[in-house]
């Protein structure tokens, strides 16, 4: 379970790939959330769709602190990975949101993400043969890591859980 | 896909496929991945939006032409192959997809799937199977397996399910693969194979129905139990060990290319445009062909 890549050769990445890769999963996962937060708009869940939209800041804000990186240390030299090189590396699963769901089980989605993430980074570090591509993808890894405590946090802090359940009742498809 | 060369400047992405219309689906529904990997396998293919042009049904699957760039044509239940079959010898150079679920395609589409294949036009049908009319609020459909409960089967259905896979296999389909949602790079790819396949090809999605469906239809399940074709060491061009898997729908997931004719014929296609060329000017203009039948 988790993201895959294809066409990539961890053993040969250079650092320009490896952060425009980076940049990519961010994008890939605000997407989602973006996605995600329209179907639970539209499906009258606008407590959730606001934390899936907080969520898309937050990974937009990651993908525009690495393309700032990106542009200091390479400037415009051209791109060579791409989107469709990746498959929700970072980005929450589909399957994972159900119309109605609780605030935590959108946590928990956003948790698994994170998740993900993280072990999509222990999985490949020890395959990559540059340095510089090691280091950068040791400090995303430790950055997932971070972002799970953060969202672990705050599904502490739910009180018990106050929201109808997804099997308690059943939202219609909507016609427009 | 590799990272070899920098990125062409006309390469077509995936979001070059996406419209503006957003997708209305129950949240968790499997529809959204397939929708993903046919942006990522149209990307693949590099042709233009304006080049390609898709053909449904009616249902849930049946909206995805809308939620593409590709010329969309959201039809009448079950009759997708027809219309797509007309636009395909109307204008060869599109690339023609089709599009609909298990009940358009097996039911009230049913009688179109054989003739279709037989003529073997270059088209490409992917089936959204969930088993289920999800649309119309749960009733049986013609891959519902055999017991199961429904609004129109209250105490389990006694019918034997439509095998999709087996179906286009003994009808002779020259590209023949079933996917899921829990592995959308493998579905990528063999959505890609099949477009690229030069005549009838077919890929039949196991997308599970979140809200009518049930908990071993899942993703979650089809993860858990799902066996890629490749790890059995399947050779996809022998088309009698292919219906031999094919047996297997309903029982196990197999994921992967079952069938890909290592010899494809001439599709219909290309047989008219190569007649066209023999007939030159000697052909009956078009005002005039009710002449040939008169003078008969």
Redesign the interface.
């Known amino acids: 379970?988790g993201g895959?890549t294809?066409?990539?050769?961890f053993t040969?990445?250079a650092l320009v790939?490896a952060i425009d890769l980076a940049v990519l999963i961010e994008q890939e996962a605000s997407d989602r959330y973006e996605?995600?937060a329209?179907?639970?708009e539209?499906?009258h869940s606008d407590r959730v769709a606001r934390f899936f939209r907080h969520m898309q800041e937050i990974e937009l804000a990651h993908e525009a602190r690495l393309r700032e990186r990106r542009t200091r240390l390479f400037g415009n030299a051209?791109?060579?990975?791409?989107?469709?090189?990746i498959?929700?590396i970072e980005a929450p699963?589909?399957?994972?949101?159900?119309?109605g769901?609780t605030a935590r089980a959108a946590l928990c989605a956003a948790l698994r993400a994170e998740q993900k993430a993280f072990a999509f980074f222990d999985a490949t570090i020890p395959k990559v043969g540059d340095a510089e591509v090691r280091e950068l993808f040791t400090e995303l890894r430790a950055e997932e890591a971070e972002h799970q405590a953060i969202v672990e946090r705050q599904i502490q802090k739910l009180g018990p859980d106050a929201d109808l359940s997804t099997d308690e009742f059943?939202?219609e498809?909507?016609?427009? | 896909?590799?990272?070899?060369?920098?990125?062409p400047p006309c390469?077509l992405?995936?979001?070059d496929f996406r419209s503006d219309l957003?997708?209305?689906?129950?949240?968790?529904?499997?529809d959204?991945?397939v929708l993903q990997a046919i942006y990522?396998a149209l990307?693949?293919v590099n042709r233009p939006p304006h080049e390609i042009a898709f053909v449904s049904g009616i249902g849930?699957s049946s909206r995805i032409p809308g939620y593409t760039t590709a010329y969309g044509f959201n039809s009448v239940h079950g009759r997708a192959l027809p219309i797509a079959q007309g636009i395909k010898l109307a204008n060869p150079d599109l690339l023609v997809l089709v599009a609909g679920g298990d009940g358009d395609g097996f039911s009230i589409g049913g009688g179109h799937v054989p003739h279709a294949i037989r003529r073997n036009l270059d088209l490409t049908y992917i089936v959204m199977d969930n088993q289920i009319y999800g649309?119309t609020k749960g009733q049986l459909s013609p891959t519902s397996p055999k017991g199961l409960k429904t609004v129109t089967s209250e105490y389990g259905s006694l019918e034997d399910p439509v095998n999709p896979l087996l179906y286009v296999l003994a009808y002779g389909a020259g590209f023949v693969a079933q996917g899921t949602?829990a592995d959308?790079?493998g579905l990528?790819?063999m959505i890609e194979e099949a477009i690229k396949y030069p005549g009838f090809s077919f890929v039949n999605v196991q997308s599970?129905c979140?809200?009518f469906g049930e908990d071993d239809q899942?993703?979650?399940a089809h993860?858990a139990h799902m066996k890629p074709l490749k790890s059995l060491g399947h050779d996809v061009t022998n088309r009698l060990a292919a219906m031999d898997l094919a047996q297997h729908y309903g029982s196990e997931l197999h994921t992967g290319v079952f069938y890909r004719n290592p010899n494809p014929p001439p599709t219909l296609d290309a047989l008219v445009r190569e007649r066209q060329g023999t007939l030159n000017g000697k052909a009956q203009p078009r005002e005039r062909i009710l002449d040939m039948f008169i003078q008969r």
Not at chain 1, 78 to 85: A, D, T
Not at chain 2, 22 to 30: D, F
């Open positions: 379970v895959h294809r066409g990539i050769d040969k990445l790939d996605e995600l329209d179907q639970m539209l499906h051209p791109r060579r990975v791409r989107r469709e090189m498959f929700d699963d589909y399957d994972e949101v159900r119309a769901m059943a939202d498809p909507v016609a427009h | 896909l590799n990272v070899s060369s920098t990125i390469q992405q995936a979001k957003k997708p209305i689906w129950c949240p968790g529904c499997g959204f991945g990522r990307a693949g849930c649309l949602p959308m790079a990528a790819d599970p979140v809200t899942q993703v979650k993860r």
